[in-house]
């Protein structure tokens, strides 16, 4: 096969009380990737459409986490990239673990899979850390194993796929608002009371064993966070209103998507999901601020061929 | 019904990164208990074998958890109760939670179960109190549902059953030095690294996910804890060889149980288990230090009645 056409799903890291380690993949928000084999030994990215993003390989997510499996790979051509850019940078919604994350799971297919999934997670990363800093997980390995995963541990790195409730439904909404990973990773404080430490890890195995259970009320009863959450919406104009709102339509749990500005509502079944979308996007039809509304079914597959 | 006889479970809680949340009830290390009605709105503990602790109903565990449940109760007697003490007050085996969780079983039993399990944890919580000055419900949790217990959250209290692989064994050995609940708990910090504690959330859910999988290396992966056991264990002499001998002989995770001087091992199967539980003695025999050594299944049911 010389060239595969993928979808690359948009991600909700963190899920509240799981900060660092939880992340899920959606299925109607993603990016579109068109990777070829090339001859030369070299990622080049020809097309980046919808965002104006750098196409020098070393300045892209996508070149750069191409660029890691490359060095690592038994293969003495390259590849070339397009990029259908939907999701927006700095949404937090996983726009750059997307494309990181897309590239090389579409080099390892073009290559017949020499690479397991948890090396692609590990290519993946320089991606992110070229984006923020941080060769976090979160995103990328939802969007490379599809459903809910948990990065348990990075020392070594451990990443356990969690069952997806099927009338799960996931309501994101985008306020146009910039915040840099970067600047909302700074103003977390790096100790933390036990006490509040006690309360989410109770949350995270309430989540986990929810999502086994398919117990949508532990779901929801779970989704508390007490630690990142009172710092990030501060961050985030509308966010109290936005959460409450989403939680008064009826929404299991809300919080906010990866670092933000986006936040996130998960419900039971899509009607609701729908519902809690149009109630969170009539908090900053009020406000008066720009935003996108996303409602979507949690992707179980992770990144999928288009054609 | 006037009188039953019951099976009170020893429990481990903690589980190395479940501090304060989670907890196992183990099938042959118990407590046995006899309570029966009697006409005067009293609680009478009116034998205890085994070891030496107070009649007296206000500064006995069964007697204090027993009055809470009496007050609630629409009952214008009251109860005797008969301790047979096998499990060793300050073994870190939970030897409060069994006299306090079986004291209010009983009788909720003997009243035909006027009281929900939740509420019965709460009655018991109270016994927990007097023996430790925290009513905490990671001991009790377990002993009066069986199985694994997680402690999702104490306001409002949410307990949450998680299933029991079927080969998984403890080995639990009790090296015979006093550290008293309440000590063990000042020495611990109150506030943590946010790091350290990502970690731990991060095994929380591996644990949980590996107990719903059946997965034995993902719980014995996730039997980590960065945040307690480093300074709980150097109250306990021999513990790091202990639990090196118990890793060395093929158990899948050790670490302190409840808050010591108890160190627990878990392992795949029976033989294991006995293996492990020999290595650990072998230890104690070498410090010359006495101490007891129980292998025991998983006790799935929590307490239950004898005769």
Not at 86 to 113: C, E, Q, R, Y
Not at 270 to 280: P, Q
């Amino acid at each position: 096969m010389e060239e595969v056409h993928i979808y690359c799903p948009a991600t909700i890291a963190n899920i509240s009380c799981g900060f660092d380690v939880l992340g899920v993949a959606l299925d109607n928000v993603g990016d579109e990737m068109t990777v070829r084999r090339i001859p030369e030994r070299t990622i080049r990215i020809t097309r980046i459409e919808g965002q104006d993003l750098p196409l020098a390989t070393e300045q892209n997510v996508a070149g750069v986490a191409g660029m890691a499996l490359l060095k690592a790979a038994e293969y003495d051509g390259g590849f070339e990239v397009e990029i259908i850019k939907k999701i927006k940078p700095g949404s937090g919604i996983g726009s750059s673990a997307a494309s990181s994350a897309g590239a090389v799971w579409a080099m390892n297919h073009l290559l017949n899979s020499p690479f397991s999934p948890l090396q692609l997670v590990q290519f993946a990363m320089e991606g992110e850390k070229l984006a923020s800093d941080v060769a976090h997980a979160d995103n990328v390995a939802p969007a490379l194993f599809g459903g809910f995963t948990l990065v348990r541990s990075y020392h070594p790195l451990d990443i356990i796929s969690i069952p997806v409730p099927q009338e799960l439904f996931a309501s994101v909404i985008h306020p146009q608002i910039e915040i840099k990973t970067s600047d909302s990773r700074k103003i977390l404080k790096t100790t933390i009371p036990m006490e509040t430490a006690i309360q989410q890890w109770g949350n995270v195995g309430g989540l986990i064993a929810g999502l086994f259970l398919e117990d949508y009320d532990l779901i929801g009863r779970s989704l508390e966070d007490h630690i990142v959450e009172p710092i990030r919406s501060i961050l985030i104009p509308g966010f109290d209103r936005t959460k409450q709102a989403a939680l008064s339509e009826g929404a299991l749990g809300s919080g906010i998507s990866g670092s933000g500005p986006s936040i996130y509502a998960f419900s039971r079944g899509r009607a609701m999901a729908e519902k809690v979308g149009l109630a969170m996007k009539a908090i900053y039809e009020d406000i008066g601020l720009e935003h996108d509304l996303h409602v979507s079914p949690i992707n179980i597959q992770g990144i999928k061929i288009i054609r």
